[in-house]
């Protein structure tokens, strides 16, 4: 078992486990809604909530009143009320994994979809489809995490469990300066991270001297991206790398090396393609009354191209997909191709609304600065007119110091 649980290099806060369990001793409320933007606080109210048994309901701090409403949650509720609790005193974590063995088969957290594309759904997940994707074993007990998913959507809470039920110590990532997470990664010999695509194109800039100590680096949350995937190996060489499909509804479904799914045995009658999108049956989903299903099946609204019966690769959201004068374009094409020039950092295609087209194509440019911005959009109006269709090109380029992104890391496409 590693000494230290927790730390956030931010707020400089260094939890060891024997303060972890200290803390939980010393709850005497617990927050039963979680919304709150203190990583270690909404870290803290769940594993209270586990111990004890009590229902959790993670609510993201940055959703405003009328939102939570939304949402079909009453404010005060959410912001305010709070439960008597009388947790046990923990000395050990043996006596602390005694205590999650005795509540996991009926405890439940209810967690929201990101709404990245729409409107958020609630769900509601077991301790078991919670942890579905985490393993543990002896050969884990020195890895340290970098967490760097928003603890209060599903990925992190993969990663928290992941981390926690190893012993192992995490560091918090989330929303860190990109800046400094280089030296962040050698001066804690993190080990282990996970986290979308958008999140290691930011720290690529500051990556200036390779890391050794890095094991597996996961990718998770957007269509992977093989070009950066070249890049990041360049950093960090002994790494092995893994791509996860997860989602809010489900959990964590599928794991590979690159951007091809297989399809197991094990899985193979509770998935199936259809019209190219990827459809889940409902035993392996969370409960939510907010899911809509065709006879006992649901439209994740992931479009996915069959390599071969019982494989695939992610294709885009059928959301994200822009229709351009009738014509179906996915910005992810594009962008990949655009990310080909080595000036380019990152990059996001939109769709803009048209009175002639229904929409046109915008493309929000990160670059190095290296090039005049009239030549570097020179450079990309040719790599494109060599390769696309005319309807598939932006006819608006803006330069941008960073692409946004949403509160799991994932750009912000709306």
């Known amino acids: 078992m590693m000494e230290y649980f927790w730390i956030d290099p931010k707020e400089r806060l260094n939890k060891k486990y024997k303060d972890l369990f200290y803390d939980l001793y010393c709850m005497d409320k617990l927050s039963n809604f979680v919304y709150k933007d203190n990583s270690y ?6 594993l209270a909530g ?41 000395n050990t974590f043996e006596e602390f994994m005694s205590k999650i063995e005795e509540n996991k088969n009926y405890w439940k ?75 962040i990664l050698n001066s804690y010999r993190i080990t282990h991270i996970s986290a979308t695509p958008t999140f290691y ?3 690529l800039p500051y990556l200036n001297k390779g890391n050794t100590v890095l094991e597996r680096i996961t990718f998770g949350g957007e269509k992977f991206d093989k070009l950066l995937v070249d890049k990041i190996k360049k950093y960090f060489p002994k790494a092995k790398i893994r791509n996860i499909y997860a989602s809010t509804e489900a959990g964590s479904l599928f794991s590979s090396k690159d951007e091809t799914f297989k399809i197991s045995e094990r899985m193979k009658d509770k998935i199936k393609i259809e019209n190219n999108e990827l459809l889940v049956h409902k035993d392996l989903l969370g409960y939510s009354s907010q899911i809509e299903l065709e006879d006992n099946w649901y439209r994740t609204g992931d479009l996915v191209e069959k390599n071969s019966e019982n494989e695939f690769k992610f294709i885009a959201q059928k959301d994200e997909i822009i229709n ?15 990310k080909r020039l080595d000036d380019i950092v990152d990059v996001v295609v939109k769709g803009r609304k048209n009175g002639v087209t229904g929409n046109i194509l915008v493309a929000e440019i990160m670059y190095n600065g290296n090039l005049e911005e009239k030549k570097l959009e020179e450079e990309i109006l040719n790599l494109l007119k060599n390769n696309f269709q005319n309807w598939k090109i932006p006819r608006i380029f803006n330069i941008v110091k960073d692409v946004k992104q949403t509160r799991t890391s994932k750009k912000m496409r709306k």
């Open 41 to 46: 606080m909404i870290v803290l109210n769940i």
């Open 50 to 90: 586990l111990i004890s048994g009590e229902k959790i309901v993670l609510v993201d701090s940055n959703l405003s009143k009328k939102e939570i409403t939304n949402v079909g949650l009453n404010y005060d509720d959410v912001a305010f009320s709070r439960k008597n609790i009388n947790l046990p005193k923990i």
């Open 109 to 183: 957290l209810e967690i929201f979809s990101s709404g990245t594309m729409g409107f958020p759904k609630k769900v509601e997940h077991t301790f078991e489809s919670l942890t579905r994707g985490v393993k543990k074993d002896i050969n884990f007990k020195n890895n340290v995490w970098g967490f760097a998913y928003n603890p209060t959507h599903f990925a992190g809470l993969q990663i928290l469990f992941q981390a926690l039920l190893n012993a192992n110590t995490i560091v918090y990532l989330f929303d860190q300066n990109p800046a400094i997470i280089p030296d």
């Open 201 to 203: 194109r930011k720290i």
């Open 324 to 338: 351009v004068g009738g014509y179906k374009v996915n910005p992810h094409e594009i962008e990949e191709e655009i």
